[in-house]
């Protein structure tokens, strides 16, 4: 491969800490892809003849199915998905393969297929998260009504419905696909034809191996062209997110399935038994998905790593790029398919959640807002007798619907009977009534908007 530069091999060592055939096989079709577009272009250009051009097509249709047969042999002494294809497509057609690296290098080579692998697992990604999305709503669909308690600071705080937990998680997910769109667009543009560096001496046509291979445009400058890996971060990036989204959609079920809780019921599907505790059902899979957002974090930072100390144009350091983004696209794409299958398949326990709701005078900021509208207090002043109201509750420990109406008023003496009618779970969540608001109508609108959206 270094031709006559070189009076001796490298180092044995050479021979364990070069190779990346191991991990970088994984971009055989992309690199099959643009190692076409390019040979296309080198015959419309004239640069190879067209015979050339068609041997060369030829052999890489034949390196393409011995790879999806499994008869194609990866060598280690080759290093990379680069150097096999080429050595492979040589002894298929013989010299005529080596024309097919005119005007090219490794380096525009390799950040081609990578930029053409990454931009996939974004469509992968995008995937996932909408059959999660699916999921969700299936779930706010059938509970759009179904009470729970709301918390702020792990205490109950005000009634909501199960559907609007659940959309909550439509929404986070949302931006998710929102933010590997976006990170999908930017990456979208061509490195090939930067060579090495600084371009080529052939009159090459960079917009047409662009086109050929889905890209927006070719890169605008030859040394960023080669030396840019921020689309890997960012795509990495947007997976640490989803991971972080999903640990703590995780963290919930975990928490909704245990005994003291009870929310929700996870079948023998999504759970395992203990070695020594015949009773346990553990929520594996909920645990695992939450445990693997340390993995993709570290990939993220791994590679930023790299990245942050690397002078223009390339160093062998970015070999260290791929490894790191095949880990993070595995471990989310197989993390959203068990969680979109786990919300697919839990059970509500309704009763569990709205019992759990009557506890800690969840409707008394209701009481507060009644003072308000009726009896036109300050809400400040409103919230300090609500305060009072739910202190001599609790004291008679009696929840609030139950507190008789004149030690109500012996806090208050304008308060009323038709305060009783706001003090109920069912009337807390139905007056829920703003934009984007807990109450079951308005759950319905937003359910009938995501199903448009996801359609």
């Not at 090459?204 to 080669?226: H, V, W």
């Not at 759970?271 to 939450?290: F, H, V, Y």
Request: glycine fraction near 8%; charge should be negative; charged fraction near 25%.
């Amino acid at each position: 491969m270094w031709g006559g530069r070189f009076e001796s091999g490298p180092a044995a060592i050479m021979g364990e800490i070069t190779p990346s055939i191991d991990f970088d096989k994984r971009l055989a079709g992309e690199d099959l892809a643009g190692s076409r577009a390019h040979a296309r272009m080198l015959a419309s250009e004239g640069i190879i003849s067209k015979d050339d051009g068609q041997a060369i097509l030829k052999g890489l249709d034949q390196i393409e199915k011995e790879i999806a047969e499994g008869s194609f042999v990866f060598k280690r002494e080759l290093e990379d998905i680069h150097l096999n294809i080429e050595a492979r497509l040589a002894e298929i057609i013989g010299p005529a393969a080596g024309k097919l690296h005119t005007a090219r290098s490794r380096n525009d080579q390799v950040v081609t297929d990578f930029r053409l692998w990454v931009r996939a697992a974004c469509e992968r990604t995008d995937q996932g998260l909408r059959a999660l999305q699916r999921a969700l709503l299936a779930q706010a669909d059938k509970h759009s009504g179904t009470i729970m308690p709301g918390f702020t600071h792990m205490q109950p705080a005000q009634p909501i419905t199960f559907g609007h937990h659940m959309l909550a998680y439509v929404e986070m997910f949302g931006r998710d696909r929102g933010r590997f769109e976006d990170a999908r667009k930017r990456m979208n543009e061509s490195p090939l034809g930067a060579a090495a560096l600084a371009g080529t001496s052939f009159a090459i046509d960079r917009d047409n191996t662009a086109m050929a291979l889905g890209f927006a445009r070719p890169m605008r400058n030859s040394m960023d062209a080669i030396s840019a890996r921020d689309f890997a971060l960012e795509y990495l990036a947007a997976c640490t997110i989803l991971a972080t989204n999903l640990s703590r959609l995780a963290g919930e079920l975990v928490q909704w399935s245990t005994p003291a809780f009870g929310f929700v019921k996870l079948s023998d599907a999504f759970t395992t038994g203990s070695s020594i505790m015949p009773q346990k059902r553990n929520p594996d899979a909920a645990e695992l998905i939450r445990g693997k957002t340390g993995r993709v974090l570290g990939d993220f930072v791994a590679l930023a790593t790299v990245v942050k100390g690397l002078v223009l144009a390339y160093g062998t350091d970015l070999q260290e790029d791929k490894e790191r983004v095949f880990d993070a696209a595995d471990t989310v794409e197989l993390c959203l398919a068990a969680m979109a299958a786990m919300i697919a398949d839990l059970t509500a326990q309704e009763g569990k959640m709205r019992a759990a709701a009557e506890p800690g005078y969840p409707t008394a900021t209701d009481l507060a807002d009644w003072l308000v509208r009726v009896l036109k207090k300050p809400f400040r002043e409103a919230h300090h007798i609500a305060g009072s109201i739910v202190k001599l509750a609790e004291t008679n420990g009696v929840t609030l619907e139950q507190l008789p109406l004149a030690d109500m008023q012996s806090v208050e003496p304008a308060i009323t009977k038709e305060v009783l009618a706001v003090l109920s779970l069912d009337s807390s969540v139905n007056s829920r009534m703003s934009l984007g608001g807990t109450a079951p109508a308005r759950v319905k609108e937003q359910i009938a908007y995501w199903k448009g959206q996801l359609k």
